[in-house]
Structure formats: structure tokens, C-alpha cells
């Protein structure tokens, strides 16, 4: 039992590169989530997925697409990649029933340079 | 919608020495709370939460929290702090029917020998 799975660790992107970051999880949750973290801005929210086939927005979406490929796996994809990206980027899951205990993923450092 | 907020963004504590993290979180009903640690490089872990019943919860690693409605706070508490305890620590509160927690931005836990 891995529990949430990322990919890569770290990245070094150039200013209009695209990559996908990867995310799986073996809990059978429901629900996957998308953070971005900046020091001293806490975890803000840029994407998540209620239930396998469904994705909505968070608090800062721009620049960012998502797919929820099945109920184990959840990409967060930079089509052209900005220095305002640079951050470290967390996935979650939860079980979806409400009651949300995230279980978070080692997380990614994305430099973009 | 509901904010938290850690008013501390540093805290200095000698080993041995108690620790009480604050926590406020502004919203209606009563919320879910939770706070959640993050080591160096790593992701974020589950401490303890506080769904409804006593409002002193336990959590792991000799942490505990309680939650004061009139105040509306949920405070994090831990008698002895141990050198491993240094790291980061984030309140979060969520919404009764809501997939989505709200995250403060962290208390960053400097243990002195």
C-alpha cells in the first residue's frame, strides 16, 4: 500500500515547455486534489475531482489542466509552462465522504526557469 | 465561505519545553478541523482532527487540540517538544458537505537543544 504515488520528484522546466505531473492513488479514494505550495502562501487548491469522470476548478486554476484518467489517477498538466509557476506541487485524495482527511503525495518541485 | 488563520508564522521552542500552536477559523456552523504536519521535503500528515463530541481531541505523536466554539479557535498543544517535532504545521477547517478544506499557511516549528 503506497498510498498517494507522484512523478516526477522534480523538474526544471524552460519558460513555454509543457510537462504533466503525475498522480496515483491505491486507497480506492473518491476524490484527488491538486495543491500548489509557495512559502509563506500555505496550500492553495488549483484543481480537484469530486469522483472519477468530474473536475473542477480551485482558488488559482490558471495556466493549469487536469484530467482525471480513472479512480486512481489524477495528471496536472502545464501546457506553457511561467516562472510564476516555479512552486512545489501536491497531490491528495480523500475518501469523498465528506468528512475529508487528505492524504497527500511527497509532493514535486517544479523549477521554471 | 469559511478562512483559517495562524497568526504565528515562526515559533522557537526549546526541547522539553510545551508548545501551543494557535489556530482561528471564521465560519458560520461548526466546521471540521484538522491540523496537519509537514516535515522537511516531505508531504503533509494528519495530526489529529475534530469532527463533532469532545471537544479535546488526541492525536499522534503526543499532539493534542481543542476546540473552543466561542473563541473560534482550535488550538494545537503538545506538553514536551522533542527535536523531531521541528517542521511545519498547517490548520485547516472544512465545510460540513464540502469536499474541500480551507488551509491556514502554516506555522513554521523551530526546536532549540
Known amino acids: 500500500n503506497a498510498g498517494v504515488t507522484q512523478t516526477p520528484k522534480f523538474q526544471v522546466l524552460k519558460t513555454g515547455q509543457s510537462m504533466t505531473l503525475q498522480c496515483a492513488q491505491d486507497?480506492?479514494?473518491?476524490?484527488m486534489y491538486w495543491y500548489r505550495q509557495d512559502p509563506g502562501m500555505g496550500l492553495r487548491l488549483i484543481y480537484y475531482?469530486?469522483?472519477?469522470?468530474?473536475?473542477d476548478k480551485g482558488e488559482v486554476p490558471n495556466g493549469y489542466n487536469v484530467s482525471r484518467l480513472n479512480k486512481r489517477e489524477f495528471s496536472l498538466r502545464l501546457e506553457s509552462a511561467a516562472p510564476s509557476q516555479t512552486s512545489v506541487y501536491f497531490c491528495?485524495?480523500?475518501?469523498?465522504?465528506?468528512?475529508?482527511?487528505?492524504?497527500f503525495g511527497p509532493g514535486t518541485r517544479l523549477l521554471v526557469l | 465561505a469559511q478562512s483559517v488563520t495562524q497568526p504565528d508564522i515562526h515559533i522557537t521552542v526549546s526541547e522539553g519545553a510545551s508548545l501551543e500552536l494557535r489556530c482561528n477559523y471564521s465560519?458560520?456552523?461548526?466546521?471540521?478541523l484538522f491540523w496537519y504536519v509537514q516535515s522537511p521535503g516531505q508531504g503533509l500528515q494528519l495530526l489529529l482532527k475534530?469532527?463533532?463530541?469532545?471537544?479535546l481531541v488526541q492525536g499522534i505523536k503526543g499532539f493534542e487540540a481543542e476546540f473552543k466554539r466561542s473563541q473560534s479557535s482550535f488550538n494545537l498543544r503538545k506538553p514536551s517538544v522533542h527535536w523531531s517535532d521541528a517542521a511545519e504545521y498547517f490548520c485547516?477547517?472544512?465545510?460540513?458537505?464540502?469536499?474541500?478544506?480551507?488551509f491556514g499557511r502554516g506555522t513554521s516549528l523551530i526546536v532549540h537543544p
Open positions: 491528495a485524495s480523500s475518501e469523498g465522504s465528506g468528512r475529508e482527511t487528505q492524504y
Open positions: 486507497m480506492n479514494h473518491n476524490s
Open positions: 475531482s469530486a469522483s472519477e469522470g468530474t473536475t
Open positions: 465560519y458560520g456552523a461548526t466546521p471540521y
Open positions: 475534530y469532527f463533532s463530541g469532545d471537544t
Open positions: 485547516a477547517v472544512g465545510e460540513r458537505g464540502s469536499y474541500i478544506p480551507t
